[in-house]
């Protein structure tokens, strides 16, 4: 049940003649200060204005018509027109009753669900996995969660990166520098050290080539004492001579070409290439999944770029057969009001693009699912990449799908710079993920030293991972944030551990009253909301259902996560203030215990929803 839902049905009944009724329920909203209310219909000033009536006046008709029984009685008209929805302390505590025998906690399904497609996680395989890769997958997950949990047929699609030119890298290192008993031994290690020589190799084209183009062009306007004079302001801290920043150049163009080269020649089906590309892969994929199974992460659809490369051919010739795509300069491009720059789908040799991939994973998904929307969990900086590919699949005949790039932003380190180890490499995920267990032991072997050692253990790891997710699930995904393991494992503020604490806080609490859940439910008792602490976590409690929809329609997680930190906070004031087991009579008690579970389950349907565990005790 949905309380939001409910009033806002009861004020467009009441809505005022010659208005749109669902514009003028939609300005309720919950109140920001309880001096208000509960709820508030803000949409009376506006309507007055409208229709040239005063405001209060108007207000007080509304008050007056309209029908907010059971819930609550007739609005108070506050303000230059507010109208304040105080809802009836018997009514809430008839719908906790309610609650109490509800395994979803109120959370209905919606009327009509769709088919959402969730492109997340999505790394580049062969690659090591790094922190960055953690956002799409976290995020993801938790929307899917909550997209399901409100009925909808999610699809979880793992988009993998495997099919791009870090395997032309892999295959390079692979020709020139491989070491057979170290990939015996740890394949996947041994791939990663392959890509990461290639790409250091090839960096100094990236780095060095721009400024050396830029002397070069000045000798060629004769300019040869300004173009000395440039390479020593450019050059100077390089240390290296104008030979050798020539030849580290060239060295590095060449290795950038072979590379290209080899990646070339696998997609051409090269058979030396194809066959080490399909001795990778189950390395890859293995190493990917141990994280995804850590992190409690499952995908129905995990098909990459090589899956896609046999239909692109056909894309790119359809598109040019409905006069979508043009030849421009030898390749084959897409102009879009998107971006300025047009999409090129293939280039001048003949290769295919990360677009081309894009659109053909559109197609398959659309005829394999006949999906309704279709959602990209992708860093921010890929913007303009989806503003393009969803604008040509609009084109192309997919304008009744919803397409949206879910973008977030960057991880930070402490200097607020892209988060990086102190050895200079981007952090790795699995070895980010055995610290924050680390300092989650710490936090759990300083409060919990009472608890077996194995027990412990188990606590770190929920407590660790969860510490993690949390932390990046309670910022708008879109801001960057800073990555700081000692506030993400605090067992006080807005962290997962504060929240996993308040849940074996509310079953501790039946262990010492030598009762359980499960009796409590059974029993029903009925509830009492005497005590303005016990009144705010009951209405919190009721309000699950409602804060998912907004973190659903808006896509964001964050969303849930604010209403479970100032669900525990509500909770924590309630348990200073209200004796439980010490009530004041055996109904109070049981009444109290009631609010206790229901606490407990919503925490913990609440953090299941953002994919974190909770433990019985810490
Ligand atoms: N592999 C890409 C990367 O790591 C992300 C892919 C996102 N999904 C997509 N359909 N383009 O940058």
């Known amino acids: 049940m949905n309380i939001l839902n409910r009033l806002r049905r009861a004020f467009a009944d009441a809505a005022p003649e010659g208005l749109s009724a669902d514009a003028f329920s939609q300005a309720v909203r919950p109140s920001t200060d309880p001096r208000f209310g509960d709820y508030q219909a803000n949409g009376c000033m506006a309507a007055a204005k409208a229709l040239g009536r005063n405001p209060r006046e108007l207000a007080a008709e509304v008050a007056s018509r309209v029908d907010l029984s059971p819930m609550a009685g007739p609005p108070e008209v506050a303000g230059p027109g507010f109208l304040n929805v105080r809802l009836i302390e018997d009514w809430i505590a008839a719908a906790l009753g309610d609650l109490l025998a509800d395994d979803r906690l109120g959370v209905e399904p919606v009327d009509d669900p769709e088919t959402i497609i969730i492109d997340y996680s999505s790394p580049n395989v062969a690659k090591p996995m790094h922190v960055g890769h953690i956002r799409s997958t976290v995020i993801g997950e938790s929307l899917s969660r909550i997209l399901a949990a409100q009925g909808h047929k999610v699809i979880r699609d793992n988009h993998l990166g495997d099919w791009g030119l870090q395997f032309g890298q892999i295959l390079w290192g692979w020709k020139h520098h491989l070491d057979r008993d170290a990939f015996e031994r740890d394949p996947v290690g041994e791939l990663a050290r392959l890509y990461r020589l290639a790409a250091a190799k090839m960096k100094p084209a990236e780095d060095l080539g721009p400024r050396l183009a830029k002397v070069q062009a000045l000798e060629s306007q004769g300019k040869p004492d300004e173009a000395a004079a440039l390479f020593a302001r450019l050059f100077g801290d390089s240390g290296l001579s104008r030979p050798q920043a020539e030849a580290a150049v060239a060295e590095a163009l060449a290795v950038a070409e072979a590379a290209r080269e080899e990646t070339a020649k696998l997609h051409a089906g090269d058979p030396e290439n194809r066959k080490l590309w399909e001795r990778f892969m189950p390395h890859c994929l293995e190493a990917l999944e141990g994280i995804y199974q850590r992190l409690g992460v499952k995908f129905d659809v995990q098909l990459g770029e090589s899956f896609y490369d046999a239909m692109l051919p056909e894309v790119v010739a359809d598109l040019k057969a409905k006069g979508i795509a043009q030849t421009s300069a030898g390749a084959t491009v897409v102009f879009t009001e998107a971006t300025s720059a047009p999409m090129i789908v293939q280039k001048r040799d003949g290769a295919f693009t990360y677009a081309t991939s894009d659109l053909a994973k559109i197609k398959y998904c659309e005829e394999e699912f006949d999906a309704d929307r279709l959602l990209y969990v992708v860093d921010s900086r890929q913007a303009d990449h989806f503003k393009q590919v969803f604008d040509v699949a609009r084109s192309w005949g997919y304008s009744s799908v919803d397409f949206e790039h879910v973008a977030f932003g960057t991880i930070l380190g402490r200097d607020r710079k892209p988060f990086k180890t102190r050895s200079g490499d981007v952090v790795g995920l699995e070895s980010l993920l055995d610290e924050a267990v680390a300092k989650a032991r710490e936090v759990v072997d300083e409060n919990s030293a009472h608890l077996p050692e194995q027990e412990r253990a188990r606590i770190a790891e929920?407590?660790?991972?969860?510490?993690?997710?949390?932390?990046?699930?309670?910022?708008?995904?879109?801001?960057?944030?800073?990555?700081?393991?000692?506030?993400?494992?605090?067992?006080?503020?807005?962290?997962?551990?504060?929240?996993?604490?308040?849940?074996?806080?509310?079953?501790?609490?039946?262990?010492?009253?030598?009762?359980?859940?499960?009796?409590?439910?059974?029993?029903?008792?009925?509830?009492?909301i005497t005590h303005p602490a016990e009144r705010a976590l009951g209405l919190a409690l009721l309000r699950l259902p409602e804060t998912l929809d907004v973190a659903a329609a808006e896509l964001k997680p964050n969303v849930l996560t604010d209403y479970l930190f100032g669900l525990a906070n509500l909770f924590s004031s309630f348990f200073e203030e209200c004796p439980v087991l010490k009530a004041e009579s055996p109904e109070r008690r049981d009444s109290r215990l009631a609010l206790c579970d229901l606490t407990g389950r919503t925490l913990a349907f609440g953090l299941d929803l953002l994919g974190i565990e909770v433990v019985e005790r810490m």
């Not at 079953?507 to 009253?513: E, N, Y």
């Open 462 to 528: 929920v407590v660790g991972i969860g510490a993690v997710k949390y932390a990046d699930l309670s910022q708008n995904r879109l801001s960057d944030y800073v990555f700081d393991l000692d506030k993400m494992v605090a067992m006080n503020g807005n962290t997962a551990t504060y929240l996993q604490y308040a849940y074996a806080r509310t079953r501790s609490i039946f262990r010492k009253g030598e009762t359980t859940p499960e009796a409590i439910r059974r029993a029903r008792p009925p509830i009492f």
